[in-house]
């Protein structure tokens, strides 16, 4: 951090004491003012509920510029991301802060794929849940277990730890998300197979069968990786923070990753993009692109509870880049398969351009975000909706480790513990019971 000569002096008008705090420059984007002597020095806390003025933590791995619409992981643009790295390179990147060159990445990816595999014992674990289970809480469920089943990699404040927990949990995410599935629809599991890629050995691992070979299709594998690295990590949204603060108090990363996954699965979360397919199906049943209006009419009324899923974020103010690279793919995979007609993309599209030109949505800076194109794509490539949220989880693990591990890391890191406005009942006496 770099401190500001401009200094921010707090004063309040019952003549108390005024205070001056530090400010501090990032690389980019806004100060920051330090308010941690705050309490000390005047008996206040301050108030902001949702973190709407908050910088929570200084992180060095992913930037957004909300108004810009412009994500960097690590200083690179998501966009050259996409087109020139896979997400085994992105890993790299968000985990030690560089693209690895050639021999890195050999040794990176072999590492990786080297743990895809999990303990035997996990499949005895999944089968205590109903088949009808939603793979969310499957997948909580099962990434807290790996902690006891991978005690060499659970003390959070062993770097080596930290580093075997980090490889594990990315390369056994995929098997566990597939596990879920192949668990749900009632079919063997299928064993990962280490000479494919990451994305091709998921998809072998989610669709093949032991009764025949399994071809994996290029342009779909390429989908699903990019589906990986546009989710890898986005700063301190909701599931990140609470990896960190869930691991702040030194539980171990399978425990705080855990964490992440429940807060992922919230419908203005993770959850979006499952919400999303399930809007368009519901559109479409009711009559497709003639109902679009009907339908905008219910978003706009305050009272009628409705939302465009896929709609709005709290940082993009603009296009997020994500929903435009999101797009391309979808566009891609669709015409791949053939189904370049497909009417729950068509009335996307709709949706969308309505959207963009009304007054509501432009003057609330209301803009497509990554999960209005990402279930289509999903569901064009077979995953059931239900899953989305899981491959959200699958892809954004190494954000969350990344984060937890930049956190463990800073010298200045201490249990997160927020503070609050109480505006309860003051001390009072119990009653007895026949009093009350
Ligand atoms: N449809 C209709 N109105 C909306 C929407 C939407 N999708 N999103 C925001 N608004 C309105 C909101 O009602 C409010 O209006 P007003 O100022 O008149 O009260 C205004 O826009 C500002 O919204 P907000 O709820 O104060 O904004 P927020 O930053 O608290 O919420 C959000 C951000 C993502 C939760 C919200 O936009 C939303 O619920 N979107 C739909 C769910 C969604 O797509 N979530 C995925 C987020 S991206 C993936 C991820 O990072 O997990």
């Given at each position: 951090?770099?401190?500001?000569?401009?200094?921010?002096?707090?004063?309040?008008?019952?003549?108390?004491?005024?205070?001056?705090?530090?400010?501090?420059?990032?690389?980019?984007?806004?100060?920051?003012?330090?308010?941690?002597?705050?309490?000390?020095?005047?008996?206040?806390?301050?108030?902001?509920?949702?973190?709407?003025?908050?910088?929570?933590?200084?992180?060095?791995?992913?930037?957004?510029?909300?108004?810009?619409?412009?994500?960097?992981?690590?200083?690179?643009?998501?966009?050259?991301?996409?087109?020139?790295?896979?997400?085994?390179?992105?890993?790299?990147?968000?985990?030690?802060?560089?693209?690895?060159?050639?021999?890195?990445?050999?040794?990176?990816?072999?590492?990786?794929?080297?743990?895809?595999?999990v303990n035997?014992?996990m499949?005895?674990f999944?089968?205590?849940?109903?088949?009808?289970?939603?793979?969310?809480?499957?997948?909580?469920g099962l990434v807290g277990a790996l902690s006891a089943f991978y005690h060499?990699s659970t003390?959070?404040?062993?770097?080596?730890?930290?580093?075997?927990a980090?490889?594990r949990l990315?390369?056994k995410m995929?098997?566990l998300?597939?596990?879920?599935?192949?668990?749900?629809?009632?079919?063997?599991?299928?064993?990962?197979?280490?000479?494919?890629?990451?994305?091709?050995?998921?998809?072998?691992?989610?669709?093949?069968?032991?009764?025949?070979?399994?071809?994996?299709?290029?342009?779909?594998?390429?989908?699903?990786?990019?589906?990986?690295?546009?989710?890898?990590?986005?700063?301190?949204?909701?599931?990140?923070?609470?990896?960190?603060?869930?691991?702040?108090?030194?539980?171990n990363p399978f425990a705080?990753i855990a964490?992440?996954?429940?807060?992922?699965?919230?419908?203005?979360?993770?959850?979006?993009?499952?919400?999303?397919?399930?809007?368009?199906?519901?559109?479409?049943?009711?009559?497709?692109?003639?109902?679009?209006?009907?339908?905008?009419?219910?978003?706009?009324?305050?009272?009628?509870?409705?939302?465009?899923?896929?709609?709005?974020?709290?940082?993009?103010?603009?296009?997020?880049?994500?929903?435009?690279?999101?797009?391309?793919?979808?566009?891609?995979?669709?015409?791949?398969?053939?189904?370049?007609?497909?009417?729950?993309?068509?009335?996307?599209?709709?949706?969308?351009?309505?959207?963009?030109?009304?007054?509501?949505?432009?003057?609330?800076?209301?803009?497509?975000?990554?999960?209005?194109?990402?279930?289509?794509?999903?569901?064009?490539?077979?995953?059931?909706?239900?899953?989305?949220?899981?491959?959200?989880?699958?892809?954004?693990?190494?954000?969350?480790?990344?984060?937890?591990?930049?956190?463990?890391?800073?010298?200045?890191?201490?249990?997160?513990?927020?503070?609050?406005?109480?505006?309860?009942?003051?001390?009072?006496?119990?009653?007895?019971?026949?009093?009350?």
């Amino acid at each position: 951090m770099t401190p500001s000569d401009v200094k921010a002096t707090l004063s309040f008008s019952d003549g108390s004491p005024s205070m001056d705090l530090p400010i501090y420059k990032g690389t980019v984007g806004p100060d920051v003012i330090d308010i941690r002597k705050l309490y000390g020095q005047t008996g206040k806390f301050t108030y902001d509920p949702g973190f709407l003025s908050t910088a929570s933590c200084q992180s060095t791995i992913t930037y957004i510029d909300g108004d810009k619409g412009e994500l960097l992981y690590r200083g690179y643009p998501i966009e050259q991301l996409a087109v020139h790295c896979d997400y085994l390179d992105t890993c790299y990147l968000l985990l030690y802060g560089e693209l690895p060159n050639s021999e890195q990445r050999g040794t990176f990816h072999q590492r990786v794929l080297n743990h895809t595999m999990v303990n035997e014992q996990m499949q005895f674990f999944l089968r205590g849940f109903r088949r009808d289970a939603h793979p969310m809480a499957v997948m909580t469920g099962l990434v807290g277990a790996l902690s006891a089943f991978y005690h060499d990699s659970t003390d959070i404040n062993n770097p080596e730890h930290r580093e075997i927990a980090a490889i594990r949990l990315i390369a056994k995410m995929p098997t566990l998300v597939a596990m879920a599935y192949k668990y749900s629809i009632g079919q063997p599991f299928i064993y990962p197979k280490n000479d494919l890629s990451y994305a091709g050995n998921f998809m072998r691992m989610m669709f093949a069968t032991p009764c025949e070979e399994y071809k994996v299709n290029p342009v779909i594998e390429r989908a699903l990786d990019r589906i990986f690295i546009l989710h890898a990590d986005h700063e301190q949204n909701a599931s990140t923070s609470t990896v960190r603060l869930c691991g702040s108090s030194g539980t171990n990363p399978f425990a705080a990753i855990a964490a992440g996954v429940a807060c992922l699965w919230g419908p203005a979360h993770g959850g979006a993009n499952e919400a999303c397919l399930n809007m368009l199906t519901e559109i479409q049943a009711k009559g497709g692109v003639a109902k679009v209006g009907e339908f905008m009419n219910q978003v706009k009324d305050k009272n009628s509870g409705v939302k465009l899923m896929g709609f709005g974020h709290r940082v993009y103010k603009n296009y997020d880049p994500r929903a435009k690279l999101m797009q391309e793919t979808c566009k891609e995979v669709l015409l791949e398969l053939g189904l370049e007609n497909d009417p729950l993309f068509k009335l996307a599209m709709s949706l969308e351009k309505i959207a963009l030109e009304d007054d509501y949505f432009v003057a609330r800076k209301l803009y497509p975000n990554v999960d209005f194109y990402s279930g289509i794509v999903q569901r064009a490539i077979g995953i059931p909706v239900q899953l989305f949220t899981a491959i959200f989880a699958l892809a954004r693990t190494v954000g969350w480790i990344a984060q937890l591990n930049e956190m463990i890391s800073d010298p200045e890191y201490k249990i997160g513990r927020p503070r609050q406005l109480f505006t309860g009942a003051a001390a009072r006496t119990v009653k007895p019971v026949e009093q009350r």
